[in-house]
């Protein structure tokens, strides 16, 4: 069983669209949890952090149940410029006070016209 | 304030050479991660180190892979003898010293590895 596993879509949806993704983590330690985006191979960026009351950002909400080691974001509102694809990832703080982050395979959201 | 630079970009290497991967943290960074991402699969953590210091290399393989970050000057992944399966994406992350779990870590632009 895979860590951190997403479903890996593509999710192809219309501008103006409510898009949601889900993950599922296994390793009850994780102790931080993020949404990253990645453009074509490109570096993972930082799209935001998951708390456990849940957390809003803009057009993002972001939700954690520990209980259940579920992980969600909810795009509202589609642009074509959140075409990308999503990673979820969870954090495990190691010796020497760093972060071993495990990524998703990630989930690929296309926004057509 | 600069990001987290790596170069080269892009490498070819045949098999059996050494590739050499450098990362500069961003200033003020003192934690500096590798990862690697095979074709159409997940980033996978590496090491993590500190100057001077390797802290976790439970992700490196136990052959070949060696990273370093010495006092002076930037990180550096160093693949010896690289075979094919080697080819792909290298990203270098850091971070400031904190033991906060939502520390954000910072990716540079990653080295593409080809081996041929």
């Known amino acids: 069983r895979k860590e951190v596993e997403q479903d890996p879509g593509p999710f192809n949806v219309p501008e103006g669209a409510t898009v949601a993704f889900n993950c599922t983590y296994s390793?009850?330690?994780?102790?931080?949890f993020f949404w990253y985006r990645q453009d074509c191979r490109k570096e993972p960026k930082l799209l935001m952090s998951v708390y456990s009351s849940g957390n809003e950002d803009g057009r993002f909400t972001a939700q954690l149940n520990r209980a259940s080691q579920y992980i969600s974001l909810l795009i509202r509102d589609s642009k074509l410029s959140d075409s990308a694809t999503y990673l979820c990832v969870v954090n495990e703080i190691i010796r020497g006070g760093g972060n071993k982050l495990t990524f998703g395979t990630g989930t690929q959201l296309k926004v057509e016209l | 304030n600069a990001g987290v630079m790596q170069n080269p970009r892009h490498l070819v290497r045949r098999r059996g050479q050494e590739a050499r991967l450098r990362c500069s943290p961003m200033k003020g960074h003192s934690h500096v991660y590798w990862y690697r991402q095979l074709p159409e699969e997940g980033l996978k953590f590496m090491v993590y180190?500190?100057?001077?210091?390797?802290?976790?290399e439970s992700g490196m393989p136990k052959e070949r892979f060696s990273a370093e970050f010495p006092k002076e000057g930037p990180s550096i992944l160093r693949i010896q003898q690289v075979v094919r399966g080697d080819s792909a994406a290298y990203f270098c992350?850091?971070?400031?010293?904190?033991?906060?779990?939502?520390?954000?870590?910072?990716f540079g632009p990653g080295t593409r590895l080809t081996v041929l």
């Open positions: 390793n009850s330690a994780s102790q931080s």
């Open positions: 180190l500190q100057k001077e210091n390797i802290i976790d």
């Open positions: 992350a850091s971070s400031p010293e904190s033991g906060y779990s939502y520390n954000e870590q910072f």
